[in-house]
C-alpha cells in the first residue's frame, strides 16, 4: 500500500477551512490521513469541527504561556508529537517564529484571502475593497520567514462587484478557497509540488 501523507491543520477560529480539507480527506479526493487540529484558542470553533469527525485535538493555549517563547517551544514539541508530513495554517492568527518556519520548511502551507503580493495581513478583503481593486481572490502559499510571502502554489479569483461589503466579498472569496485548499493539499500528497526558488512547479500525476 502507499504511503498516506499524515495532514495536521493550525487554526484559530472559525475552522471552515479545515473542514475543507477535512470533507475533501473523506471522499478521498486528497489522498492522505487529517491527523491532528492544533489551535491555540480553547474557544476555537474548529475544535467542534475536529470531533464531529474525529480527529484528536491538540489545544495550546497562548494565554496559558508566559510568553511567545514558552508558547512556540509547546507548539514545536505538539507539531513533533503529531508526526505530521504537512502543516496547513488555516486561519491560523499568529505569526509564527523562525524556528518552526524553518523547521517545516517546504511542508507548510498557508491560506490567504487576497491575491498576494497585494494586501498580505490583516483584513484582506478590506484592504481590497478599499483600493478599489476590480479583482480579488485567494493564495494558498509554503510559508517562509514573511508574512505571507513564500512561494505560491494556487491563487483563484472572483470579481469585486459594484455593490460588494467586506462581508460579501469574503464570502465570496472563501468560497474559493474552500476549493483552492483542499487542491493544494492534493497536489502535496501525491509528491507533486517542487519547489523552485519562488516558483513551484505542478508535476503530472
Ligand atoms: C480565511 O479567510 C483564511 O484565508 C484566513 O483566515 C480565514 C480563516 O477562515 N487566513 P476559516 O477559519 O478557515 O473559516
Redesign the pocket.
Known amino acids: 500500500m502507499t504511503y498516506m501523507k499524515r495532514i495536521a491543520v493550525i487554526?484559530s477560529?472559525?475552522?471552515?477551512?479545515?473542514q475543507a480539507v477535512v470533507d475533501r480527506v473523506s471522499d478521498g479526493y486528497i489522498p492522505g490521513t487529517c491527523v491532528r487540529l492544533i489551535t491555540d484558542n480553547p474557544n476555537a470553533y474548529?475544535i467542534e469541527r475536529a470531533r464531529n469527525a474525529g480527529i484528536p485535538v491538540s489545544v495550546v493555549d497562548f494565554s496559558s504561556f508566559p510568553g511567545k517563547k514558552e508558547y512556540e517551544g509547546a507548539l514545536l514539541a505538539t507539531m513533533e508529537e503529531s508526526g505530521a508530513d504537512l502543516f496547513i495554517l488555516?486561519?491560523y492568527m499568529r505569526i509564527l517564529g523562525q524556528e518552526i518556519v524553518h523547521r517545516y520548511s517546504g511542508r507548510m502551507m498557508n491560506?490567504?484571502?487576497a491575491l498576494l503580493p497585494s494586501f498580505s495581513g490583516l483584513h484582506a478583503q478590506r484592504q481590497a475593497l478599499d483600493y478599489g481593486a476590480k479583482v480579488a481572490g485567494?493564495t494558498v502559499h509554503f510559508v517562509d520567514e514573511g508574512m505571507d510571502t513564500g512561494p505560491i502554489i494556487i491563487q483563484r479569483c472572483v470579481p469585486v462587484r459594484a455593490d460588494d461589503d467586506e462581508e460579501r466579498l469574503s464570502t465570496r472569496i472563501?468560497q474559493e478557497?474552500h476549493g483552492a485548499l483542499p487542491e493544494a493539499v492534493k497536489l502535496f500528497c501525491e509528491d507533486r509540488l517542487m519547489i523552485d526558488g519562488r516558483t513551484v512547479c505542478v508535476l503530472p500525476p
Open positions: 487554526a477560529g472559525r475552522g471552515s477551512n479545515f474548529a488555516a486561519g491560506i490567504h484571502p485567494c472563501l478557497e
